[in-house]
């Protein structure tokens, strides 16, 4: 069978881009190659865009010092849900909005997506304002493990040796953690658990990236309007009292959140899943580098062995995963 291996479907690029199914449109199999090798460069391009984006995002939240945690969310919320609104009319892609608000279970789907993707922001918003980027980048460095193990728990999903060695290595790191450090980082695993339960939520949707997003957005405008307009109503509002860099830095929230969402969704449509596994590491590299080198955050000792510990645990877990996916284009 055409754009298989083994039985097992090429986990690359999307059936319209397969080298066979272009030798079958009338593509010269070197044009198909050619081809292909520049959707998968493009691909990864996005894909690192959006992690290099995702990484850098503490300077965005730390240039919005003084502004409180949860007004940044609202301006976050709502002027994703004007861009969005903006991108799908001129795509003019509307035909899955009906029949999604129509649909009960769906619904109940992304609204708890919607609060899960919310306090995930929440938290990271908080942590960066209170000088904690560093054990911000830690959750994200987890969050691939914490997936894993959530596919076990909730979806029933068999783990690999190598998996396992990786949860547990990671677990290891933790308890170091909390043992040197005289307290569990909750800030690492409240990221990393409210993110692997937005995963899995997503990962059943029947919505795309930009289509969930938005009704994700749509959800929660509502509330985030409300409490933005009860702030200017009290006096209490940052956007009329902050300066102008400010101002511009919270209306830009909106193209902020949505072009990496959107690099990432069609970069990982391109490449194999042991790339993007690999690649996702990209985005708390940055966040770590900023919190130590930048905001002057300490780095040392039990941290230090810490964070050691896990990174072992995240090399497992990216070597076994790039072994596998060799084995199996076999």
């Known amino acids: 069978m055409q754009g298989r291996t083994r039985g097992r479907i090429r986990p690359i690029l999307p059936v319209s881009s397969a080298p066979d199914m272009n030798r079958a449109g009338g593509y010269p199999r070197a044009h198909a190659s050619s081809r292909t090798r520049r959707l998968m460069r493009a691909g990864i391009l996005q894909a690192a865009a959006a992690y290099v ?19 940044v969310l609202g301006h976050r919320i709502v002027w994703s ?45 908080w942590a960066v304002s209170q000088g904690r980027v560093v054990e911000s980048s830690l959750g994200y460095f987890i969050s691939p493990l ?9 979806l029933k999903e068999r783990l690999r040796p190598a998996q396992w060695l990786a949860v547990a290595l990671a677990a290891a790191g933790v308890v170091w953690l909390t043992l040197t450090q005289g307290a569990a980082p909750w800030i690492a695993l409240a990221l990393a658990a409210s993110f692997a339960s937005y995963g899995l939520l997503r990962k059943t949707a ?16 509502p509330l985030a309007a409300a409490g933005l307009l009860w702030a200017v109503v009290q006096g209490q509002d940052s956007l009329t009292q902050v300066p102008l860099h400010q101002q511009m830095l919270l209306l830009a929230a909106g193209p902020l959140t949505a072009i990496p969402l959107l690099l990432f969704a069609s970069g990982a449509r391109r ?12 985005g708390p590299t940055l966040q770590l580098a900023l919190g130590v080198w930048v905001f002057g955050e300490p780095f040392a000792g039990g941290r230090a062995q810490g964070f050691m510990i896990i990174w072992a645990a995240c090399a497992i877990f990216s070597a076994e995963l790039l072994w596998r996916h060799r084995k199996e284009r076999r």
């Open 53 to 71: 984006i995702w990484g850098l995002f503490p300077l965005y939240f730390r240039l919005l010092q003084g502004v409180g945690a949860l007004e």
């Open 81 to 125: 849900l004007l861009f969005l609104v903006g991108v799908l009319g001129v795509r003019r892609q509307w035909s899955w909005l009906r029949p999604a608000l129509a649909d009960r279970a769906v619904m109940r789907r992304f609204i708890a997506s919607a609060l899960l993707i919310a306090a995930n922001w929440f938290i990271y918003i």
């Open 146 to 154: 914490v997936n894993v193990l959530t596919g076990w728990l909730v």
């Open 206 to 221: 029947s919505l795309g990236a930009l289509e969930g997003l938005t009704l994700e957005t749509i959800l929660l405008g």
């Open 271 to 282: 490449i194999p899943l042991s790339l993007l596994g690999m690649l996702q590491y990209i």
